[in-house]
């Protein structure tokens, strides 16, 4: 398998850290939104060092997924671990990029002030960012091709470059596993490239990315590991392995399973 | 007009609770939850009035604990009846803050009649009688309600100057806050806390319906005249204390012109910070309609001008036209003529075009001038490259070519007109064999 043959080459994978603890580990995870389950008993061991896919149709909880990981929705159960530790424990691990629309453009500040809000676990309760965290904050915008841009405020930016810096804030973090949530939205192909290019060199360096994503033309090209979702997880693992027809099938095709019409049931009757 | 002490101390609690207000609204701006101001400066109500009836103080510190817990149960209260009565925002607050602004005017009506509380009072205030209640503090005498203000502007500008940082990350970005440590719902009542507070310590200077202007305005006025957080606060605040000295200005001096005593000085606050956000809103130098209505103007005139030389232009290039000119008509009948509509913007381009000596006009015919054909050389250039690009790479249809240029031609600035230079260096012929000029 390809991801195999570039993480060796890549981190020192001796024979103890074959049974290393997975990035992300989650067993029985249930969200609901009142008692109508938004995802349905999610198991999950990815392995290090790789860049994987959630793909699904839309309502399939995609993103309810990474911000139940996250802890910031609430779960109904299950466990979720990152290294082999519980998720509170491991949060300096763990960077995030959420949904570009979810936050406000025309909140008055400049593309560096965003990318420094990355870096103020490090720098610490009531403290100012200083010129190093700043300087800092400068070589994050300059990794995605934003420092000329450094002061620009946020709502003069393009989508694409919107992305961007939302990206150049997640690297700054340093973090280990990183949670993006559909850093593809709405951004122009050149942008598309850098992205992936930045993955990339992410799994390169050691790091696991989870990505949300919707075009499942450019899944083989983009993702190691895939994690086919409808409320349920229908299929994870090595691409090569897991995105098959049948899955396909499995995660976007056939509404009216026997399980959607149970939940369908139980949301009635919460009701 | 005669000042007195008494009006010193009325501006000094009008700008006192004005500044207050001011900052911890901008914050409620920024979350987009500016009426979540006013659903807190009306359920603090029953707060005043319960803390009184079971303590039969009117002391300002149980007030203040009274209102602030209800206050922040206000806040929960709204969040719970969206959530789980499946309502959106709007309608939750609604139902919260009209029910528990309800109850406290029926138990300050009931239980607190014997002492000086107003229903009016508590609807607008009465910042005309914070001098009459004064306290000894250090020596001196003051008006309590100016101290209790100050009071609560050093606690705001103490939370916000050592929280900064994660005010500005919670307020904008609470899911990444709450990965990061930095509890965003924590906050988020910290805010409504302060809220209750300010508008408790506010309450008797502008009452429960005018501090949401205080709240609001100078927040929503800053917005459209800022682009960082620091500038926001600080011209938030700075327009609240400039609305305290006119408002009273306003409110003292105004009316005896036309023969009226005196108005309220918080309704002439509230009036003026009105007229602050009008001003801005209008004249505001980027987000402003003037502004936006001139850059557009702007806009359509240069599209007219560069339409104008090119017409110009290719009239020079037309063999059955020796002197390349045109006249007024023929501006609007030449085939691809883009002045079949256009009315005055014409004469205007035209009228500027001989201003700036590109065109010169005889005998109502009009023609380029030796500057005037480089300028106009230019823009037939930069159509006839896009006429090729959309013709080589676009694979766009003859008939169609025209009209695609068209759209790209206005909006080429040069650093695009250097790389559309590059891509066709030495290629000399639009797609209609026609010249490309330069």
Redesign the interface.
């Known amino acids: 398998m390809e991801v195999q043959t570039t993480s060796v080459n890549n981190r020192d994978l001796g024979p103890e850290s074959a049974s290393a603890p997975p990035a992300l580990h989650v067993r029985d995870l249930t969200v609901a939104y009142h008692r109508k389950p938004v995802l349905w008993d999610v198991d999950l061991d990815v392995p290090r060092s790789l860049v994987a896919g959630i793909v699904g149709p839309n309502g399939a909880g995609k993103s309810t997924l990474i911000?139940a990981v996250?802890?910031?929705v609430p779960h109904a159960s299950g466990v979720v671990e990152i290294f082999g530790k519980p998720y509170r424990r491991q949060?300096r691990m763990?960077?995030?990029v959420?949904q570009r629309e979810?936050?406000?453009w025309?909140?008055?500040?400049?593309a560096l002030?965003?990318v420094a809000?990355g870096l103020?676990?490090q720098?610490g309760?009531?403290?100012?960012?200083s010129a190093r965290h700043r300087r800092r904050a400068l070589e994050g915008l300059d990794e995605v091709g934003m420092a000329d841009l450094a002061q620009r405020?946020i709502s003069r930016l393009s989508g694409g470059q919107q992305q961007r810096i939302f990206l150049a804030?997640a690297l700054v973090?340093d973090a280990d596993v990183y949670f993006m949530d559909e850093p593809f939205a709405g951004v122009d192909a050149s942008t598309e490239k850098a992205i992936i290019a930045i993955l990339q060199r992410l799994r390169e360096q050691g790091k696991t990315v989870f990505v949300v994503h919707h075009d499942l033309e450019t899944v083989h090209e983009y993702f190691d590991y895939l994690i086919m979702l409808n409320m349920r997880v229908v299929a994870a693992g090595p691409v090569a392995e897991v995105f098959t027809p049948q899955n396909l099938k499995w995660t976007y095709g056939g509404r009216l399973t026997l399980l959607d019409r149970a939940v369908d049931a139980i949301g009635q009757g919460s009701r | 007009m005669i000042w007195t002490a008494l009006d010193s101390w009325i501006v000094l609690a009008g700008a006192l609770a004005g500044a207050s207000c001011a900052l911890v609204g901008a914050f409620l701006v920024l979350r987009k939850m500016s009426m979540m101001g006013d659903a807190i400066s009306h359920a603090v109500l029953p707060g005043i009035a319960l803390a009184f009836i079971l303590t039969g103080s009117r002391a300002g510190a149980v007030m203040f604990i009274g209102a602030a817990v209800v206050g922040v149960v206000s806040a929960v209260l709204v969040e719970a009846v969206r959530r789980y009565g499946n309502l959106e925002h709007g309608a939750s607050m609604g139902v919260v803050f009209t029910v528990l602004f309800a109850v406290g005017l029926i138990l300050i009506e009931r239980a607190a009649r014997h002492v000086d509380i107003y229903p009016e009072h508590v609807l607008f205030g009465a910042v005309e009688l914070v001098p009459l209640h004064l306290v000894s503090i250090a020596g001196l005498e003051i008006p309590r309600g100016v101290a209790v203000l100050a009071l609560m502007l050093i606690i705001n500008l103490a939370v916000v100057a050592v929280l900064f940082k994660e005010l500005r990350l919670a307020t904008f970005d609470p899911g990444l806050a709450t990965t990061l440590g930095i509890n965003a719902t924590a906050m988020h009542y910290l805010l409504m806390t302060l809220t209750a507070l300010t508008t408790v310590a506010a309450f008797e200077v502008v009452g429960s319906i005018l501090v949401v202007a205080m709240l609001i305005v100078p927040g929503a006025t800053a917005h459209l005249l800022t682009r960082r957080l620091l500038p926001f606060l600080a011209v938030s605040v700075a327009l609240a204390l400039l609305a305290a000295v006119l408002g009273h200005l306003a409110a003292i001096g105004i009316p005896p012109w036309f023969g009226f005593e005196d108005t309220s000085t918080s309704g002439a606050m509230a009036t003026v910070l009105g007229l602050f956000f009008l001003i801005a809103f209008l004249a505001a130098p980027e987000e402003g309609v003037i502004a936006r209505g001139w850059n557009l103007a702007g806009l359509r005139l240069s599209i007219v001008t560069q339409d104008a030389l090119g017409l110009l232009a290719r009239a020079a290039e037309d063999p059955a036209n020796p002197d390349g000119s045109l006249s007024a008509s023929d501006f609007r009948s030449v085939s691809l003529s883009p002045f079949r509509s256009a009315g005055a913007g014409l004469a205007v381009a035209l009228a500027l075009l001989r201003a700036r000596g590109l065109v010169a006009a005889d005998k109502r015919r009009f023609r380029l001038t030796q500057r005037g054909q480089a300028a106009a050389r230019e823009v037939l250039r930069v159509h006839r490259l896009w006429e090729r690009f959309f013709y080589d790479e676009g694979g766009v249809e003859l008939g169609e070519l025209h009209n695609a240029a068209d759209l790209l031609e206005h909006y080429t600035d040069s650093d695009l007109r250097r790389a559309l230079s590059d891509r066709f260096t030495g290629q000399r012929t639009d797609p209609r064999g026609k010249r490309i000029p330069g």
């Open positions: 911000k996250l802890d910031l949060r763990v960077g995030y959420p979810s936050v406000d025309d909140y008055p500040i400049t002030e965003l809000m103020y676990r720098i309760w009531c403290k100012p960012v405020q804030r973090q």
